[in-house]
């Protein structure tokens, strides 16, 4: 794995769990990304949790030292062209991860995810881990 990866939202639980699969495979990327959607997943998730602080800290934590993308026009008009795409096709996919393959196509990035329905999009690079 090379060049420069956006990081599904599964793939940032299963780094902050400490998977070591995932951890070497994010060192050979050149660069890495956070979607702010993804955050806001993440930022969900902690607060369900039964360790609300403690996994909001780790979320603060790598959200201070990552590069998180915003979501602006530009991904706005990405995200209603793939939504109208996987309308045609007959094939949805959930809401927010329409927004991270908008943040993916917008920048150029590899997407990196376990999630297999990203494959309906497209126009975006996907690497499985």
């Not at 299963?14 to 060192?27: N, Q």
């Not at 959200?63 to 939504?83: C, Y």
């Not at 007959?90 to 927004?99: A, K, L, T």
């Not at 995810?113 to 996907?126: A, M, N, Q, S």
């Amino acid at each position: 794995m090379a060049g420069s990866l956006l990081l599904d939202t599964n793939v940032v639980i299963a780094l902050l769990a400490g998977d070591p699969a995932v951890r070497d495979s994010l060192s050979q990327a050149e660069l890495t990304f956070l979607s702010s959607i993804a955050l806001g997943e993440l930022y969900y998730g902690a607060l369900k949790s039964t360790q609300k602080e403690a996994n909001s800290a780790k979320i603060e934590a790598l959200a201070a030292k990552s590069a998180v993308l915003p979501i602006d026009a530009v991904t706005a008009r990405h995200f209603g062209q793939i939504k109208s795409a996987l309308r045609a096709k007959g094939r949805p996919i959930p809401e927010n991860d329409i927004w991270i393959a908008a943040t993916a196509k917008q920048y150029g990035l590899t997407l990196l995810t376990r999630d297999g329905h990203f494959k309906e999009v497209d126009g975006i690079e996907l690497e499985s881990w």
